[in-house]
């Protein structure tokens, strides 16, 4: 067992809480009942796609013989949707020109080979295509954060379990595949940052500005621990379990900090 998960079982076996008609069983109580890594995913409509689209509606407890396809394609089928979700981002964040046309171009890409027959997406390397794109979006990353200047910290890949950040500005900061794990950054300004990939479980989001932040994904969100005062993209949803703000002294300490200069 893990933190994530209160039991063990083998991947492509069907999880005991999953009914009948395909739903969680627990799905009100996963936080209760230890299941907070399910708690957090987000296949990016993957599973629909597959069982939908790809898949023309079978029924792999039907038919049996389709189960171990279905899930090696839905593998594959998640990295495209949620690259999808991330080149949707950077058409947000760039202005008309060639870069723009260069990351819709990859998109249409990926859009057209999320429709591809599940051979192809079962021969399909996923990682190897993931790598490419990060490229693209590390181009992305650089253009919006020059907007804050070379002084914004390059903690790309970084260690930072734990970490000691409250109230730190990091406005600008790349964080892409850092590992925040209980990282304190209560009231921290992460403007502009680059989040992409930052693993956020149990991080200290309370009274933070992560509202211009980049490639933030609702998932992070999801695993960290905010509150109402934690400002957020308006394209992501405040996760119902965070609590009340932090006291208003606390809070107005935070707004004291982002009013100086730099």
Same mark, same amino acid.
């Given at each position: !067992?893990?933190?994530?998960?209160?039991?063990?079982?083998?991947?492509?076996?069907?999880?005991?809480?999953? #009914?009948?008609?395909?739903?969680?069983?627990?799905?009100?109580?996963?936080?209760?009942?230890?299941? *907070?890594?399910?708690?957090?995913?987000?296949?990016?409509?993957?599973?629909?796609?597959?069982?939908?689209?790809?898949?023309?509606?079978?029924?792999?407890?039907?038919? *049996?013989?389709?189960?171990?396809? !279905?899930?090696?394609?839905?593998?594959? !089928?998640?990295?495209?949707?949620?690259?999808?979700? +991330?080149?949707?981002?950077?058409?947000? #964040?760039?202005?008309?020109?060639?870069?723009?046309?260069?990351?819709?171009?990859?998109?249409?890409?990926?859009?057209?080979?999320?429709?591809?027959?599940?051979?192809?997406?079962?021969?399909?390397?996923?990682?190897? +295509?993931?790598?490419?794109?990060?490229?693209?979006?590390?181009?992305?990353?650089?253009?919006?954060?020059?907007?804050?200047?070379?002084?914004?910290?390059?903690?790309?890949?970084?260690?930072?379990?734990?970490?000691?950040?409250?109230?730190?500005?990091?406005?600008?900061?790349?964080?892409?595949?850092?590992? #925040?794990?209980?990282?304190?950054?209560?009231?921290?300004?992460?403007?502009?940052?680059?989040?992409?990939?930052?693993?956020?479980?149990?991080?200290?989001?309370?009274?933070?500005? #992560?509202?211009?932040?980049?490639?933030?994904?609702?998932?992070?969100?999801?695993?960290?621990?905010?509150?109402?005062?934690?400002?957020?993209?308006?394209?992501?949803?405040?996760?119902?379990?965070?609590?009340?703000?932090?006291?208003?002294?606390?809070?107005?300490?935070?707004?004291?900090?982002?009013?100086? *200069?730099?």
């Amino acid at each position: !067992m893990s933190a994530d998960f209160a039991v063990n079982k083998p991947a492509g076996q069907p999880c005991s809480n999953l #009914l009948t008609d395909f739903r969680c069983g627990i799905h009100d109580r996963l936080r209760d009942r230890g299941f *907070p890594g399910c708690a957090v995913f987000d296949c990016f409509g993957a599973g629909q796609q597959v069982t939908q689209v790809t898949f023309g509606g079978q029924d792999w407890r039907r038919k *049996p013989e389709s189960a171990s396809s !279905m899930f090696a394609v839905f593998t594959v !089928m998640r990295q495209l949707r949620e690259l999808l979700w +991330y080149l949707a981002e950077a058409l947000s #964040l760039v202005p008309a020109g060639p870069l723009r046309d260069e990351i819709d171009s990859v998109r249409e890409r990926t859009e057209c080979l999320t429709g591809a027959g599940p051979d192809k997406l079962v021969r399909f390397d996923a990682n190897a +295509y993931r790598q490419e794109i990060g490229v693209l979006l590390a181009r992305v990353s650089e253009v919006v954060r020059a907007e804050v200047g070379e002084s914004a910290p390059d903690h790309r890949g970084a260690d930072l379990i734990g970490a000691n950040l409250r109230r730190a500005d990091l406005r600008g900061a790349s964080f892409r595949g850092a590992y #925040l794990l209980g990282a304190d950054l209560l009231g921290a300004d992460l403007r502009k940052a680059d989040l992409l990939g930052a693993d956020l479980r149990a991080a200290d989001l309370r009274a933070t500005d #992560l509202e211009e932040s980049i490639f933030l994904t609702q998932p992070q969100l999801d695993a960290a621990k905010g509150d109402t005062a934690t400002r957020i993209p308006s394209s992501l949803i405040r996760p119902p379990h965070w609590p009340a703000a932090a006291p208003a002294a606390e809070q107005a300490a935070v707004r004291r900090r982002r009013r100086r *200069p730099r």
